[in-house]
T-cell receptor, first 112, second 115 residues
Framework: QKEVEQDPGPLSVPEGAIVSLNCTYS??????FMWYRQYSRKGPELLMY????GNKEDGRFTAQVDKSSKYISLFIRDSQPSDSATYLC????????????FGTGTQLKVEL | GAVVSQHPSRVICKSGTSVKIECRSL??????MFWYRQFPKQSLMLMAT?????????EQGVEKDKFLINHASLTLSTLTVTSAHPEDSSFYIC???????????FGEGSWLTVV
């Protein structure tokens, strides 16, 4: 079993839809959770960073963490074609050498 | 957000030669930088962790003599692929940890093609 599980997709939604992207993890030591967006042939771009259970909102993006269930989500409201990319969840913990453990990434396509 | 710059973004080299990729944190200091390799449609594979002023820590299976990493300052780490072969062709990405927290920012990546 991988430490971080993420559905690779592809996920196709119409423009304006609410998108839900999810990751589950098995290591309860993970404390810090990140979501990155990666466009084709580019480096990942940090979207959201959270470290506590609950919701964190930034514009059209909401990151949700449920440590009791070892489950994190990223919601995208009013999705746009420019949101089409691969979304990677990543997590780490203090004392873990600051290494990130990644999900496999979910490929999202927002269609007109 | 913080900016991490990688150079070159694309490089083509001949088999047997060496190529150096630079990773710079432009507006923050980074004691730790990371080097990844990514194959098409796959997630990032951590190659090594680079700490300023000390030797890099390589992941299992990564040849330290082939992938030389130097982290000479708080804003610069370099990856040198020595005696490159076509199978080294890949997308190499660096990341840097912000000193103030646990946030990690990525560079734009460098495409290496060995012919």
């Amino acid at each position: 079993q991988k430490e971080v599980e993420q559905d690779p997709g592809p996920l196709s939604v119409p423009e304006g839809a609410i998108v839900s992207l999810n990751c589950t993890y098995s290591n309860s030591a993970f404390q810090y959770f990140m979501w990155y967006r990666q466009y084709s042939r580019k480096g990942p771009e940090l979207l959201m960073y959270t470290y506590s259970s609950g919701n964190k909102e930034d514009g059209r993006f909401t990151a949700q963490v449920d440590k009791s269930s070892k489950y994190i989500s990223l919601f995208i409201r009013d999705s746009q074609p420019s949101d089409s990319a691969t979304y990677l969840c990543a997590m780490t913990f203090t004392g873990g050498g600051n290494k990130l453990t990644f999900g496999t990434g979910t490929q999202l396509k927002v269609e007109l | 957000g913080a900016v991490v710059s990688q150079h070159p973004s694309r490089v083509i080299c001949k088999s047997g030669t060496s190529v150096k990729i630079e990773c710079r944190s432009l507006d923050f200091q980074a004691t730790t930088m990371f080097w990844y390799r990514q194959f098409p449609k796959q997630s990032l594979m951590l190659m090594a962790t680079s700490n300023e002023g000390s030797k890099a820590t390589y992941e299992q299976g990564v040849e330290k003599d082939k992938f030389l990493i130097n982290h000479a300052s708080l804003t610069l780490s370099t990856l040198t692929v020595t005696s490159a072969h076509p199978e080294d062709s890949s997308f190499y990405i660096c990341s840097a940890r912000d000193l103030t927290g646990n946030t990690i920012y990525f560079g734009e990546g460098s495409w290496l093609t060995v012919v």
